[in-house]
């Protein structure tokens, strides 16, 4: 039986031969990944709260559980989801992830109790969470090593982009229904299979070794690449860590405590951030904007980090992640107009761009691409686990007092903190051992290993 994860040797020989780099295909399809996934996000749902609790009668902490379910559920599974990455590639997890996602956004258009929400959402938070996040990092550090700054930050991009379009989309074509909120939950499960499905099913390729190329478009044996090679190992040397031995390095836990700390702020304040401008008296179409704001700044200081990744360390770039979403959290207390709105969305989409593309470089570059997914896995469970905190705990607080200053000063003081563990984040030292061989899917037994 043919192997579906590892292109036939003709395919193989045919993108060797193609005038670009393979891997600027695969950035693509992890774009158009990046841009679905934002379907289930919790700033799509943000807009859906004021509407579906009118007309629901449910509470905010109650919908705001669903989020963190999902999440919960995806730390479970992503142990488990690592090794299958490291040994068959992004394809399989990308598509049952973006059809997982789009069916089960478009479902939440039926729902009449509390339950059936639960059982809709929950499976697209998952994917979100768990299937999504691998798929697409692990796609990303596979086919790029120098150039993976700049290739995560574009797909950071794609990823705002989405997530910029998803609660427009889901907001026009509720007023275009008359006020269907049903009607935006369709367009947005119709745009995630739109977007991601097929350039995921036809064009997905496991790593650049499969099809005779070296990352970040050097072919193995050409002659003419052993500069860029020289250069690159002058430039990166890719450390080569099993998930034993990343889990024995302070690294891999100052990573995590960092991951624990900044994740409650990204989701809190992203599910929670329009209902809380229009308690604060700004109009709910401003609102919708105002998130769509922190998206398009995000984008752009995607970009940006991943242009000077290479210059400043990954240390200092955490740093700046985690006081820019402190402040932005606890600017918002004090909204009262549509421009300080504008100014702390502004500030919250700096750190945010910046958390999407340094965390996944930071992984990476650690503890390289080998066992990514396995070491990546693992980790992910500290940041579904945070991320499913969030919106519980900022949902929670705001039904307790009343409003959600003392939400955001929690969050705040969150952001504030993991900018302190991130002074701390210094790459491990590589492990004491012979080498390994080249990057090459793993068997059976070495994932077990791990």
């Known amino acids: 039986m043919p192997d579906l994860h590892r292109p036939h040797t003709t395919q193989s020989t ?18 158009a990944a990046g841009f679905a996934r934002q379907g289930p996000a919790v700033a799509t749902l943000s807009v859906f709260i004021e509407p579906m609790t009118g007309e629901l009668g449910w509470s905010r902490t109650a919908i705001s559980g669903a989020v963190s379910l999902g999440g919960i559920l995806a730390a479970i599974l992503s ?10 590639g992004a394809r399989v997890m990308l598509v049952a992830a973006v059809l997982a996602s789009g069916l089960s956004v478009m479902a939440i258009s039926q729902v009449e109790t509390l339950l059936l929400f639960y059982v809709c959402f929950v499976v697209g938070r998952m994917c979100f969470a768990g299937p999504f996040d691998l798929g697409i990092y692990g796609a990303i550090n596979s086919w790029f090593v120098m150039r993976r700054p700049m290739a995560t ?29 049903r009607m935006g939950w369709i367009a947005v499960g119709t745009t995630v299979l739109v977007v991601g499905l097929l350039p995921n099913l036809l064009l997905m390729v496991r790593s650049p070794e499969d099809v005779g190329l070296q990352p970040d478009g050097r072919n193995l044996g050409d002659p003419s690449t052993e500069a860029d090679t020289k250069h690159l190992t002058a430039s990166v040397k890719e450390p080569d860590f099993t998930r034993a031995e990343a889990l024995r390095r302070p690294a891999f836990w100052l990573l995590s405590l960092f991951t624990l700390l900044v994740f409650p702020v990204q989701a809190g304040v992203s599910l929670h951030q329009a209902p809380h401008l229009i308690e604060s008296g700004i109009d709910p179409t401003i609102a919708a904007t105002v998130v769509s704001t922190f998206s398009v700044l995000s984008a752009i200081s995607g970009l940006l980090f991943g242009a000077v990744a290479r ?7 955490l740093v700046i992640v985690g006081l820019s979403l402190g402040a932005s959290a606890l600017m918002m207390i004090g909204v009262t107009t549509a421009l300080w709105a504008y100014a702390a969305a502004a500030v919250f989409g ?7 593309t340094m965390l996944p470089i930071a992984w990476a570059d650690f503890f390289g691409r080998r066992s990514f997914g396995a070491i990546r896995g693992i980790a992910l469970t500290v940041q579904v686990v945070a991320q499913a905190a969030g919106p519980i705990l900022s949902g929670y607080l705001r039904d307790l ?21 991130a002074l701390f984040a210094r790459p491990p030292e590589r492990p004491n051992r012979a080498e390994l061989p080249k990057f090459a899917p793993q068997s059976k037994d070495s994932s077990e290993e791990n």
Not at 14 to 31: E, K, N, Q
Not at 159 to 180: E, H, R
């Open 311 to 317: 210059r400043l360390s990954v240390r200092v770039l």
């Open 14 to 31: 045919h993108l060797t031969r193609l005038p670009f780099f393979y891997g600027w295909v695969i950035l693509g399809c992890v774009c």
């Open 401 to 421: 007092t009343g409003d959600y200053t003392m939400s955001l000063a929690t969050l705040g003081a969150l952001g504030l903190a993991s900018a302190g563990i």
């Open 350 to 356: 700096v750190g945010i761009g910046g958390l999407l």
């Open 153 to 181: 930050a574009i797909a950071t991009t794609a990823q705002m982009i989405g997530l910029t379009a998803m609660p427009l989309i889901a907001t026009a074509a509720t007023t275009w229904s008359g006020d269907d909120w």
């Open 79 to 88: 142990p488990m989801l690592g090794p299958l990455l490291d040994r068959h």
